[in-house]
């Protein structure tokens, strides 16, 4: 079975503080995603990786960085926490899918963060 | 700017009725359409992949159905159980190539009473 862990289910941190959110992937997947769930508006994509040292901007990358040094981790980084990115922040990983046209996305269990 | 929508919001039945909602998708320059299973407290989790027009597919008392052509997919549940309670969303995929990216509805939060 695909397994995609997050570091942790529930964070809370204080203003101001650089927060790290990990995702770990043991597919061998070339596709790694982060996204965040809010109540009424649904996944929106942050920030995804579809190679290492390789990372594309999402739908909502302001306030956010990533990083992946290696192929089964993709990490999260907020640099300066805000209360408005309080969320629930999803991971996903897929296959590279240039011959199939399309692959299915496996999540982690999400990290639910609370900014206060 | 690629939209997916899904309909109803939300959705409160009684055991054994069965249930449909839909999602619409943008159908230009269209790869395939995905659906998930989200149940609280756990990871979402694959339902169907559908790519061509009028495919059809069925997993137990759920299915699904796709046109390409107008833009939707509606995901059918036969006799729905109480433990079929969760969030259905739906993502469509409109780049296709190694990026893989989605573009996920808000989706469906079905509750099913005993």
Not at chain 1, 94 to 101: E, H, I, M, R, V
Not at chain 2, 3 to 28: A, I, K, R, W, Y
Not at chain 2, 76 to 89: H, N, R, V, W
Request: glycine content about 8%.
């Amino acid at each position: 079975d695909v397994k995609v862990t997050q570091s942790s289910r529930y964070l809370v941190k204080r203003t101001g503080e650089k927060v790290f959110l990990e995702c770990v992937q043991d597919m061998d997947h070339e596709n790694m995603f982060w996204y965040r769930q809010d109540p009424g508006l649904g996944l929106r994509l942050i920030y995804f990786s579809y190679d290492v040292k390789m990372k594309e901007k999402g739908d909502i990358p302001e306030g956010y960085s990533v990083s992946r040094e290696k192929k089964e981790r993709f990490s999260l980084i907020l640099e300066s926490a805000s209360t408005n990115q309080t969320s629930m922040y999803l991971c996903a990983s897929s296959y590279d899918a240039s011959l199939l046209g399309t692959d299915t996305q496996y999540f982690g269990p999400g990290t639910r963060l609370t900014v206060l | 700017i690629l939209n997916v929508e899904q309909s109803p919001q939300s959705l409160h039945v009684q055991e054994g009725d069965s249930t449909n909602f839909t999602c619409s998708f943008p159908s230009s320059n269209f790869y395939a359409l995905h659906w998930y299973r989200w149940e609280t407290a756990k990871s979402p989790e694959a339902l169907f992949v559908m790519t061509l027009n009028g495919d059809e597919k069925k997993k137990g008392r759920i299915s699904a159905t796709l046109n390409t052509k107008e833009g939707y997919s509606y995901l059918y549940i036969k006799g729905s159980q109480p433990e079929d309670s969760a969030t259905y969303l739906c993502a469509s995929d409109n780049y296709g190539g190694s990026q893989g990216n989605l573009i996920f509805g808000k989706g469906t939060k079905l509750s099913v009473k005993p």
